[in-house]
C-alpha cells in the first residue's frame, strides 16, 4: 500500500511560481513511477508530468514543457513539481499518482487528495 500527500497549492498572479510536493510512504514506493495529473472544472483529468523512480527519467505534456519541471528526493521520499511562468489555464486541482507510468489515469494505482493550484489573470 501506498499513500500519498500533496502540499504546495494556492493562489498565484499569472506569471508567478509555485512548487508542489508530494509525500509519499509505503514500503513499495520505489517501485512506482510517480507522476502529476491535474482536473480543471468541465475538464477529463489530464497528464502533467511524470518520473521514475529507478532511472529519474521524466516525462512531460506539451502545456506544460519548459515550464514546469518534475523532480525527487528519494531520501524524503517525496517528489516535486516546480510551476513557472504560471497562466489563468494552468488552474486546476493538481493530483500526485502512483503506478507503471504511461500518461493514462489508470495506469496508475494510487491517488494523493489533490491540492488546489488558482491563477489569477
Known amino acids: 500500500q501506498v499513500q500519498l500527500v500533496e502540499s504546495g497549492g494556492g493562489l498565484v498572479q499569472a506569471g508567478g511560481s509555485l512548487r508542489l510536493a508530494c509525500v509519499a510512504s509505503?514500503?513499495?514506493?520505489?517501485?512506482?513511477?510517480t507522476g502529476w495529473f491535474r482536473h480543471a472544472p468541465g475538464k477529463e483529468r489530464e497528464f502533467v508530468a511524470s518520473i521514475s523512480w529507478g532511472t529519474g527519467s521524466t516525462s512531460y505534456a506539451d502545456s506544460v514543457k519548459g515550464r514546469f519541471t518534475i523532480s525527487r528526493d528519494n531520501p524524503k521520499n517525496t517528489v516535486y513539481l516546480q510551476m513557472n511562468s504560471l497562466n489563468p489555464e494552468d488552474t486546476a486541482v493538481y493530483y500526485c499518482?502512483?503506478?507503471?507510468?504511461?500518461?493514462?489515469?489508470?495506469?496508475?494505482?494510487?491517488w494523493g487528495q489533490g491540492t488546489q493550484v488558482t491563477v489569477s489573470s
Open positions: 499518482a502512483a503506478g507503471y507510468g504511461g500518461r493514462m489515469a489508470r495506469q496508475y494505482k494510487y
Open positions: 509505503g514500503r513499495t514506493f520505489s517501485s512506482y513511477t
